[in-house]
């Protein structure tokens, strides 16, 4: 039943958008991730043909614990199914099951200066008082590169942090396709108006991060429970003033950022937002309603999660079909690529 609605889904696809994205199953997935990424995913899956993909192997940049990697690789397909992901809409699979990508990352990498991967702040970031740096960790923008050449993406979806990788990944496509003719399409990032980049409540002047989900009051984790969400957000580092208004004032941060998180979720304007507040009674009723929203939006999520976990037989089926899906196109690719790079002979083609 369901294979039948994806093969008339794919027969009009062409006429589509196509749609990449990734996620990391490292950490915990927390609300930055959910409205930075996968809300916009879910909402775009009608009218584009899209690829959603749990980057396993950007994960191993830093260590993993292996079963608690494989757990949360699960853990995370389980969460974006229960988000609204429709396996009759959009293809979800695994990165090492497409060993596609490892080898398209190969091939881009003895094309890819050094200079250009060493400038991305990301890398600037995670290596800055590291004793030993990864290769991996370098090369990390590379890999992503591959991931989203080899489905000739139209639209990338991702909060502000990974643009540069992004727009890295079209300076890469450019390059090879002046070197061995047209080849790659040329990707887009697709960053949201709101909601690209929700800050940390415990210090809303860094980004909300699944490295730092950990820490109490740093983020709201997908999988928390109402009390502790409520408790998070209480706690949420605000200012004194008072004033319930959007701001770019780093001073206005936290209100900000709460103010943002509302808007996301309830999909009203800025005017909107702020006429809500209009007669709040100070921080104490932004945060309570805040959380009443972040509460009332995650536990379909939870619940949905908990449903797919306790049978998971169906969740192991839906990403094998995924990978095969994702092979369907990333293979035939490949071959292209390593045909113009001289790697592959013509009428030797695997099949
Ligand atoms: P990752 O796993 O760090 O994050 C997944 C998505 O969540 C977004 N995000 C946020 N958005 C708003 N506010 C935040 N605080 C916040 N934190 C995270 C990220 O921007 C991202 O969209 N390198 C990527 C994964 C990747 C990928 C790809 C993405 C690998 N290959 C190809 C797109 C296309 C990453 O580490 O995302």
Not at 33 to 38: D, E, Q, S, V
Not at 273 to 280: G, P, T, Y
């Amino acid at each position: 039943m369901m294979e039948d609605k994806f093969n008339a889904v794919s027969n009009t696809a062409k006429l589509k958008k196509r749609v990449f994205s990734g996620v990391q199953p490292s950490g915990d997935v927390q609300l930055g991730n959910y409205l930075g990424a996968f809300k916009q995913w879910v909402q775009g899956q009608q009218e584009k043909e899209n690829f959603f993909c749990i980057v396993d192997m950007h994960a191993l940049t830093v260590y993993q614990e292996p079963a608690k990697l494989l757990e949360q690789t699960k853990m995370l397909a389980a969460l974006l199914f229960a988000s609204g992901i429709d396996p009759n809409r959009s293809t979800l699979f695994v990165q090492s099951q497409v060993t596609a990508h490892a080898e398209a990352c190969w091939i881009l990498n003895c094309m890819t200066p050094i200079g250009w991967l060493e400038r991305m702040t990301q890398y600037k970031d995670k290596s800055l008082n590291q004793e030993r740096v990864s290769v991996g960790l370098l090369d990390y923008p590379v890999l992503m590169a591959g991931d989203i050449l080899l489905y000739d993406t139209n639209e990338v979806p991702v909060g502000e942090d990974q643009k540069q990788h992004v727009e890295l990944s079209r300076d890469i496509a450019q390059r090879f396709n002046r070197i061995y003719g047209d080849t790659f399409v040329i990707p887009e990032p697709v960053i949201p108006e709101v909601g690209a980049r929700i800050m940390g409540l415990d210090n809303p002047l860094i980004k909300m991060s699944k490295s730092h989900a950990h820490i109490k009051g740093h983020a709201i984790r997908l999988l928390d429970d109402d009390k502790e969400i409520e408790r998070t957000i209480k706690r949420a580092v605000t200012d004194s003033d008072n004033v319930i208004q959007f701001s770019r004032e780093p001073e206005k941060a936290g209100v900000n950022n709460l103010l943002g998180i509302y808007k996301v979720i309830t999909g009203r304007t800025i005017n909107q937002v702020e006429s809500d507040f209009q007669d709040a009674r100070g921080y104490g009723d932004l945060k309570a309603r805040v959380s009443e929203v972040v509460i009332e939006e995650l536990q379909p999520i939870k619940k949905k999660y908990s449903e797919i976990m306790d049978d998971s037989s169906e969740l192991d089926r839906l990403l094998i079909r995924g990978a095969e899906r994702a092979r369907s196109y990333a293979d035939p690719k490949l071959m292209d690529i390593k045909e113009r790079v001289g790697l592959v002979l013509p009428g030797n083609l695997v099949k």
